[in-house]
């Protein structure tokens, strides 16, 4: 742009301006220190002129007998009009100064000169205004202009913070405040230079000036920074456990990494990140002050040396199910029989040996026939479910899996045997019922005076009831006779045990005779005693029963005749013997005295008469060991129990917890 202001000759008649007051500097003697002075030879008047010397103009000094010289400058002396020029008269336009000046011819200044803000330039002829001061950089307001040689701008831009006068230079920032520049956020000094910056890499918000966050941030290893939804920093939060963050967000952690912590009765699991990755509601409580804390739980009856918590797989078959604990196999409908994941044996002094089966979780909802030598243990470390049945029932002489244990010393537990007169092809006497928690009952009897024989007795209550050291024991066999028709068979031993809860509840299976079945052989033909019932061990902090669990013993044979050998005695597990038949396995029903095996039949001798049957066997035993606190037994309305009885109730030990 060109913005040069310039100056023609224009001469304007001036009237004649005289010097009439000049400032003189000493006169006469030592301090006249003008050129011209004279030794008082010269007279002259006091002021007037006395001529031109180059530049300079000579006047008559004080007193008239000396001579003062003044300098006239650029403008140079007018010796014509006997004073100093105003301006150069050899140019009709020229610069003073700042000042753009029109000169007359007589060295007097004609109107129409301009104050020039950024300097005067002239070539004679002409003169013109600057632009802008040559060279530099200036600022016009919030402009900054730059200047070239010629006093013309050559570019200029808005400063966004204002322009510096005295930098000649843009504000990089607004002097002495904090704003937001591109993705920082600065402080700017009074210079309007950056001060302090700080880079935003999520961008930097004017409104708030701060830096903008894209999620939560931890600022030391228990604070948090909290971002908000609109991106911006909202405060800082305490973390009490401490703070954790990955590449995209931050937070506080609800928990200690890596630790197990209790909350009223609930036991939690933190994972790394300090999140809560398991929950676990602990029945018998939560135990804080063991290190680490755990659920309070509780020592098994019985020595499981794998623990509680040993089992990897869940146990839910979905057909019939054969365990058998001899071959300690598990197989289901026609498939492999397999061994468990876990598993384990507990070796008793005085009892059978026991294999344990070690699982997460139960869910029988499908039959359980149990066989073998050893009595069987489900240990799972979460819950048992049962809505169909577990048979470890003696079935004719096949004795329950744990119930062949034959006690040391004789046996007294087992029922005598009967006696069988071959001459005549019918019994004498009946075999007597096995032995459990009550006798067995003994044998008919056939006869009176010289033709009276006298009943064998049933065996005896054998085993301390669940005191602390006893070992769990099954049932035992009744009593032969002479024919060796076989007797019937001992019930089995079962304990099932878990660290949360048992659930018996046959619903979906309510014509099921049973749930849990121990109970006794019927003897076999011919007057054969009937094997007494064995034990149920149900241990868990919670215990709820709507089933039935059934230990009784087996029924009597009928007597052999010589028309006829004597039916089978009835297996426990289907119920007492109605028939007329040998005596009826012991069981409980809230009746004491049917806890022992019935007598057998009497008869007098006959072809056609009945002969005597074998007695039948005891009842077997039940024990619940449940947790302390209250509805840890729960007994639903479809609850019964033919096994033995305590009190007028299911018999039940109260664990401590650990």
């Known amino acids: 742009m060109n913005s040069k202001k310039y100056f023609w000759l224009t001469l304007r008649p001036v009237a004649f301006i005289s010097v009439v007051s000049l400032a003189l500097l000493g006169c006469g003697g030592d301090n006249n220190d003008n050129d011209n002075a004279t030794d008082g030879s010269i007279e002259c008047e006091e002021g007037t002129f006395l001529g031109c010397d180059s530049d300079d103009l000579i006047l008559c000094g004080i007193n008239g007998d000396t001579s003062l010289r003044v300098a006239c400058g650029l403008a140079g002396c007018n010796e014509e009009h ?11 336009v020229s610069c003073q100064g700042n000042r753009a000046v029109f000169c007359n011819e007589d060295g007097t200044e004609a109107a129409g000169g301009e104050y020039c803000e950024w300097g005067c330039d002239s070539d004679g002829t002409t003169a013109w205004c600057y632009s802008c001061s040559p060279d530099q950089a200036q600022c016009r307001g919030d402009d900054l202009v730059t200047c070239d040689s010629a006093g013309e701008i050559s570019s200029s831009e808005t400063c966004a913070n204002g322009c510096n006068a005295d930098r000649g230079a843009c504000n990089d920032c607004l002097p002495l405040e904090v704003h937001c520049i591109d993705d920082q956020l600065v402080g700017c000094d009074p210079d309007g230079l950056v001060d302090e910056a700080e880079d935003c890499p999520n961008g930097c918000d004017e409104v708030s000036l701060s830096c903008m966050c894209a999620g939560n941030e931890c600022l030391d290893p228990n604070t948090m920074q909290v971002c908000d939804a609109t991106g911006l920093v909202s405060g800082t939060e305490l973390c009490l456990f401490g703070c954790s963050s990955d590449s995209s967000d931050a937070w506080c952690n609800d928990c200690v990494p890596d630790t197990t912590y209790c909350e009223g009765d609930v036991l939690h699991t933190c994972d790394s990140v300090g999140h809560v990755a398991d929950s676990l509601d602990c029945a018998l409580g939560c135990n804080a002050w063991y290190s680490p804390p755990r659920c309070y739980t509780f020592a098994p009856k019985y020595d499981y040396t794998e623990g509680l918590y040993a089992g990897v797989d869940a146990f839910n078959p979905s057909t019939l199910v054969t365990i058998d604990t001899t071959a300690e196999t598990v197989q289901e409908g026609s498939g492999p029989a397999l061994t468990p994941s876990v598993h384990g044996e507990v070796l008793q002094t005085g009892g059978p040996d026991i294999w344990v089966i070690y699982f997460t979780t139960v869910n029988i909802g499908k039959s359980v026939r149990v066989i073998g030598h050893r009595g069987l243990a489900i240990v799972a470390s979460g819950d048992i479910t049962i ?4 048979d470890a029932s003696a079935h004719g002489s096949t004795p329950g899996p744990g119930g062949a244990y ?3 010393g004789g046996g ?5 045997d009967g006696n069988y007169y071959s001459a005549c092809e019918f019994d004498i006497t009946g075999a007597a019922g096995g032995g459990h928690t009550d006798h067995g009952g003994s044998g008919g009897s056939l006869g009176s005076g010289s033709n009276s024989y006298l009943a064998p007795d049933g065996g005896l209550a054998f085993g301390a009831a669940w005191l ?8 035992f066999f009744g009593g032969d006779n002479t024919s060796s028709i076989t007797a019937g068979g001992p019930g089995g031993v079962i304990l099932l045990t878990s660290a949360t809860q048992i659930l018996i509840d046959p619903t979906t299976f309510m014509f099921l005779p049973s749930n849990v079945d121990v109970s006794g052989g019927g003897g076999q033909s011919n007057g054969a005693g009937g094997g007494s019932g064995g034990s149920i061990l149900l241990e868990a902090p919670v215990v709820n029963i709507d089933g039935r669990l059934f ?12 028309n006829a050998a004597g039916e089978d005695g009835r297996d426990g597990g289907n119920g007492c013997d109605t028939t007329p038949r040998g005596g009826d396995g012991g069981y409980s029903d809230d009746r004491p005295t049917s806890t022992s095996g019935g007598v057998g039949g009497f008869a007098l001798c006959g072809a056609a008469q009945a002969n005597p049957g074998g007695g039948g066997g005891s009842i077997g035993r039940l024990l619940v060991r449940t947790g302390p606190m209250p509805n840890s037994l729960i007994l639903g309305s479809n609850a019964a129990f033919r096994t033995e009885r305590c009190n007028g109730t299911v018999c039940t030990e109260f664990f401590v917890p650990l």
């Open 82 to 92: 006997e004073r100093c020029n105003d301006c150069d008269p050899s140019a009709a």
């Open 387 to 390: 809505t169909a049945r577990i």
């Open 406 to 408: 034959s006690p040391s």
């Open 412 to 416: 007294t537990a087992t029922g005598d």
């Open 468 to 475: 602390p050291g006893e070992p769990i024991i099954g049932g």
């Open 551 to 562: 230990s009784v013993g087996g029924g009597g044979a009928c007597g052999a005749s010589s």
